[in-house]
């Protein structure tokens, strides 16, 4: 069974920094970072393949997020800068069933149970 689990979460500033991670066991697959917000939808963050070769970021937090992994480790990465009050939200680590980058709710059928950010003015 693939199994995610997220943790890093907590308060910061804003301006600040943070950094989450997530251990996946049970599959080695192209991975992402979503979102949500009270009240939204979740959303897209971010992507990489399955050999870390390639990323993909929302437009929202091009420029100031970064995603990684170490697959020896088995674990992703998603390093947060510059945050800004709009970034609070629950974020979830996801497995996808492909290899490549993708950024689509249906591409990906693994979760874990999510991490609170919550970022203040």
């Known amino acids: 069974q693939v199994q995610l689990v997220e943790s890093g979460g907590g308060w910061v500033q804003a301006g600040g920094s943070a950094r989450l991670s997530c251990v996946v066991s049970?599959?080695?697959?192209?991975m992402g970072w979503f979102r949500q917000a009270p009240g939204k939808e979740r959303e897209f963050v971010a992507t990489i393949s399955v050999f870390g070769t390639r990323t993909d970021y929302a437009d929202s937090v091009k420029g100031r997020f970064t995603i990684s992994r170490d697959n020896a480790k088995s674990t992703l990465y998603l390093q947060m800068n510059s945050l800004k009050p709009e970034d609070t939200a629950m974020y979830y680590c996801?497995?996808?069933?492909?290899?490549?980058?993708?950024?689509?709710?249906?591409?990906?059928?693994?979760w874990g149970q999510g991490t609170q950010v919550t970022v203040s003015s």
């Open positions: 049970g599959r080695t697959s192209a």
């Open positions: 996801a497995a996808a069933r492909g290899v490549g980058v993708a950024s689509r709710l249906y591409d990906y059928d693994y």
